[in-house]
């Protein structure tokens, strides 16, 4: 559903990544990725179902997940800063009330 949205209006593939909330999807697409290559270790790395030749692809596809992860998720947080029309200070504070509701939880 998304593709033909993409296909049939094309200007809104860049604008989703500008959006607040919507482009926190990009990240959560990625990381999906992440799901995909746990199922393909869990059923098919067993003996005797496929070769050593998997684990390899395995290690490679791994460490190709964590450098988009990685990129993906700080890369989308830097889209969202320099697009965005907030200052620095609103995003500190953001960053401190976020750790202190967080930190009156854990006391409860």
């Known amino acids: 559903m998304i ?4 296909k049939f209006h094309p ?7 500008q959006h607040p909330s919507e482009s926190l999807f990009v990240p959560a697409a990625v990381i999906s990725f992440g799901t995909i290559l746990l199922n393909i270790t869990e059923y098919g790395t067993t003996e005797g179902k496929t070769g050593p030749w998997l684990r390899e692809v395995m290690v490679v596809l791994f460490w190709t997940y964590c450098a988009l992860a990685f990129a993906f998720c700080c890369g989308i947080y830097l889209i969202m800063y320099v697009e965005s029309t907030h200052s620095i200070q609103c995003y500190v504070r953001l960053i401190i009330t976020g750790g202190l ?7 409860r």
């Not at 593709?3 to 993409?6: D, E, Q």
């Not at 809104?12 to 990544?17: G, I, L, M, N, Q």
């Open 11 to 17: 200007h809104t593939f860049w604008s989703s990544f």
């Open 3 to 6: 593709t033909l949205r993409f």
């Open 101 to 107: 509701r967080r930190l009156s939880l854990l006391r």
